[in-house]
């Protein structure tokens, strides 16, 4: 990568926001990986290659849930964003299925959801 | 658009309610044809506990607490199918938190850079640089009122600017990542989820003091967070937002990660210093402060990790809208890793002011089991247990001292019944114990002296005389100690014993553990009466120190027993007494 200057910073902030993909995120602090984020990250990945999904699958740090961890953030164009919680891969498998594909919530691993963008950010972004 | 109803039983009972709720609800939804429409979700979390069944409606964002199958009809024709809010329900989500720091901690890629710039990363950097003002950014933190976030609180600005008022050729930034208090990993999470924020803020510091150099000094212990540290660094050197000419400017700075060796007391700075430069980790008198004598005889600001995540925010954002959150002399958020016998352990940043019980009952959702919270310990083995009574206070770093305890880095472990607090002092102490490096003899002798008094209390050896004894020698240690491991290292026994002397009275009077911890002041054994011999205690036992047989029934061999309670666990009958 070129060395930025501040034009830069813009035009990469710009280029992050015209993006509209879905995408998954996977708590993989060591809260999480001690609770097996990394096995339902490649579950994530492998289904999602699987089943030709056009969706990111991301790795991220800690949301502060560690008690649910892994901890799973989906969002799907049209429903809310979600946190799955105490995922494993057999959940990770459904989430695919159900979420992503089938576009339904799923029962009993919901752990919290997001409605606005900065939900709890103290205004920032 | 399709509604969707999430639904949970909030309250702490063995029964979850909510199947049949949502059963209930879909049968009434089918008779109007309406279940097409909506979508009902069991949660499994809705951070609110004790409003019995709670449900929250999307896309109006409507949150009702304590309802009924009585209103159910009312929900669907008022929410459902007229948008309306059902006022008498809604339930006031109390306590919410307030994410500065741990921004982008969950919400970004860590290894990509990308993903932080996208988020308003480094723009404050660039600003800075560009106005080329560290007078202003001093100017903007003193507003701000950001005081260190490690513990002692001492004002951030002030700090920086006495560093930037020594003229010599070369300085140093240190960015503490040393966190070893017991159950806390704020710091942890920070430069695991988030590593460039750290950067950015120990990039700024260098500016402002006028330091070509910074190190990350974070614990081997860490190592994922080495790892990503390790690779930001990279990707900042490759992206020219570290080495030379940051953003076109003339500013040069350099970083680097040192490797903490497992000493507690290294997170002090003059030994983290000590360490840095390849000596042994002892920590030194002071003054000379690091400000004006640090690192090789420099310079040199050191700096919690969570305090340089604060400062691209207040840059940004002004150190008004920082100082608009908080109290009067603690502003800005803090973050709190609340384990323990909570419900729902994990990291929580909250606006300074918050109450104790907020954090604990409203975001942790309180004990688990049923039982009740005793006491919560903050600021790790520096810091001191603070009793239910006084859960109203809000945090801050002068209130919390007010109440014999500190605020520290930010852990905080939660009690229930079951702890005792004679136990807790000495699993503190023991930490010191074993953390101290042995340089001054308060800490060196007093700590041992005072664990040896806390043990023969715990094993029913103590008498009343003890308790004088402990106060006298924590009172010695906190005066004559070097550093702030020795002086703050009697804290926990203080403030167990001024809260619960009457817990401590009843070791060395009646000889007896009112929370049935301290192994020595009590036994288990078999009711034989309401033993059914199963076996099932025999088969659990690590101790082998059950024997029997089908036949005879049990015994259990106190002299072998470890006192870990799993017979008592597993026996189904209850047979096992506890006394």
């Known amino acids: 990568m070129n060395r930025l200057k501040k034009e830069d910073l813009n035009r990469i902030k710009e280029e992050y926001g015209k993006r509209k993909k879905d995408w998954i995120k996977v708590g993989c602090s060591t809260c999480g990986i001690a609770a097996g984020a990394q096995e339902v990250f490649e579950t994530l990945c492998r289904e999602v290659k699987e089943h030709h999904l056009d969706i990111d699958v991301k790795k991220c740090g800690c949301a502060g849930m560690c008690y649910a961890e892994p901890l799973v953030e989906v969002n799907v164009e049209g429903m809310p964003r979600v946190f799955y919680g105490k995922v494993t891969s057999e959940t990770a498998d459904k989430i695919i299925e159900k979420h992503v594909r089938g576009k339904m919530l799923m029962d009993d691993h919901i752990?919290?959801?997001?409605?606005?963008?900065?939900?709890?950010?103290?205004?920032l972004l | 658009m399709i509604k969707r109803i999430f639904i949970r039983d909030t309250n702490s009972s063995s029964v979850d309610k909510a199947r049949d709720f949502c059963n209930a609800f879909r049968n009434q939804l089918r008779e109007r044809q309406m279940d097409e429409k909506v979508q009902l979700i069991r949660a499994a979390d809705m951070g609110v506990y004790n409003q019995g069944i709670v449900m929250r409606i999307l896309p109006d964002d409507f949150l009702y607490g304590q309802v009924e199958e009585k209103?159910?009809?009312?929900?669907?024709?008022?929410?459902?199918?007229?948008?309306?809010?059902?006022?008498?329900?809604?339930?006031?989500?109390?306590?919410?938190?307030?994410?500065?720091?741990?921004?982008?901690?969950?919400?970004?890629?860590?290894?990509?850079?990308?993903?932080?710039?996208?988020?308003?990363?480094?723009?404050?950097?660039?600003?800075?640089?560009?106005?080329?003002?560290?007078?202003?950014?001093?100017?903007?933190l003193k507003v701000s009122g950001l005081r260190g976030r490690g513990g002692a609180g001492y004002p951030t600005w002030l700090k920086w600017n006495l560093a930037r008022n020594v003229k010599v050729n070369q300085k140093y930034v240190i960015c503490n990542g040393d966190e070893g208090d017991p159950g806390a990993y704020m710091d942890r999470s920070v430069l695991e989820g988030d590593p460039y924020s750290v950067i950015e803020g120990l990039t700024i510091a260098g500016f402002v003091t006028g330091a070509s150099k910074g190190y990350f000094y974070i614990r081997a212990e860490y190592p994922l967070a080495i790892e990503r540290v390790q690779k930001a660094l990279d990707r900042a050197y490759a992206c020219g937002l570290l080495g030379e000419n940051i953003f076109g400017s003339t500013f040069r700075f350099d970083a680097e990660i040192r490797l903490g060796a497992g000493a507690f007391v290294c997170g002090e700075e003059t030994a983290l210093i000590a360490s840095i430069e390849g000596k042994r980790g002892y920590p030194r008198p002071r003054p000379p402060y690091p400000s004006t004598q640090g690192l090789w005889g420099k310079p040199t600001v050191i700096n919690n990790v969570e305090t340089l995540a604060n400062i691209s925010p207040i840059l940004l954002k002004g150190g008004k809208w920082f100082s608009g959150i908080g109290t009067e002399t603690s502003k800005g958020t803090k973050v709190f890793a609340v384990t323990g016998k909570v419900k729902n352990s994990g990291l929580v940043e909250v606006p300074m002011g918050t109450s104790i019980r907020e954090i604990v009952f409203d975001i942790g959702g309180g004990a688990g089991g049923g039982k009740k919270v005793k006491a919560v310990q903050t600021g790790g083995p520096s810091g001191g247990v603070i009793p239910e009574d006084f859960f109203n206070t809000p945090v801050g770093y002068e209130n919390l001292q007010k109440i014999g305890s500190i605020m520290g880095s930010g852990g905080m472990i939660v009690m229930d019944e079951s702890d005792c607090m004679v136990d807790i002092a000495k699993f503190y102490l023991r930490f010191c114990v074993d953390e101290s490096c042995g340089k001054c003899a308060p800490c060196r002798i007093g700590g041992t002296q005072l664990l040896n008094l806390l043990e023969k209390?715990?094993?029913?050896?103590?008498?009343?005389?003890?308790?004088?004894?402990?106060?006298r020698i924590s009172f010695a240690m906190q005066k004559a100690s070097l550093c702030g491991l020795g002086q703050t290292a009697p804290n926990p026994v203080l403030s167990t014993l001024n809260y619960f002397e009457e817990e401590y009275r009843t070791h060395v009077i009646e000889k007896r553990c009112p929370a049935k911890k301290?192994?020595?002041?009590?036994?288990?054994?078999?009711?034989?009466?309401?033993?059914?011999?199963?076996?099932?205690?025999?088969?659990?036992?690590?101790?082998?120190?059950?024997?029997?047989?089908?036949?005879?029934?049990?015994?259990?061999?106190?002299?072998k027993c470890s006192r870990c309670g799993l017979c008592l666990e597993t026996c189904k009958p209850n047979a096992i007494l506890r006394g």
Do not use: M, W
């Open chain 2, 457 to 471: 209390i715990s094993d029913g050896k103590g008498n009343e005389e003890h308790l004088p004894a402990l106060r």
């Open chain 1, 111 to 123: 752990y919290d959801l997001k409605v606005h963008q900065s939900d709890g950010e103290a205004g």
């Open chain 2, 71 to 140: 209103d159910i009809p009312r929900i669907i024709a008022e929410t459902v199918c007229g948008g309306k809010c059902v006022c008498d329900l809604v339930c006031h989500h109390a306590a919410k938190q307030c994410r500065i720091v741990l921004r982008n901690c969950g919400a970004v890629d860590p290894e990509s850079i990308e993903d932080y710039i996208a988020r308003d990363g480094y723009q404050a950097l660039a600003k800075v640089l560009e106005q080329n003002d560290p007078e202003k950014v001093l100017a903007e």
């Open chain 2, 518 to 559: 301290c192994g020595k002041l009590f036994r288990y054994s078999i009711i034989q009466d309401k033993c059914k011999r199963c076996g099932l205690c025999v088969r659990n036992c690590p101790s082998d120190a059950i024997s029997g047989n089908r036949e005879k029934g049990y015994v259990i061999d106190e002299a």
